[in-house]
């Protein structure tokens, strides 16, 4: 091989390797995380700083579909089945093409 294409080999492989790392450090900081959520793990309120002023933490996360199923333990055809029968809270429309649950409405 000539050695342009040796240089165009090694840099493909350490462009892989570089994408390989980032892959492997997102899938242990979801492992750490709580089971079925893709959100990196919260400090309790207790252990955060203090803040001047009055602060108005509600603590209300937005869930994906994913996390409402391992929450409620209900799949998706069933948390829309029961939105459409009134039994179940509608997300919050974020975007066209992406909705989230409130955790406080999930966990009513």
């Known amino acids: 091989m000539s050695q342009i294409a040796n240089e165009a080999l090694i840099a493909f492989v350490q462009a892989l390797a570089r994408r390989q790392a980032r892959i492997d450090v997102a899938l242990e900081a979801q492992r750490r995380s709580r089971p079925g959520s893709l959100q990196p793990e919260t400090r309790p309120l207790g252990d955060l700083p203090a803040l001047g ?53 999930i966990k009513k």
């Not at 933490?57 to 055809?77: F, P, Q, Y």
């Open 53 to 105: 002023g009055s602060v108005d933490v509600r603590g209300d996360r937005l869930l994906k579909l994913r996390e409402v199923m391992s929450i409620t333990s209900l799949g998706s055809s069933t948390i829309y089945r029961r939105m459409k029968a009134g039994k179940f809270p509608y997300p919050r429309q974020l975007s066209e093409a992406c909705v989230r649950w409130r955790e406080s409405d």
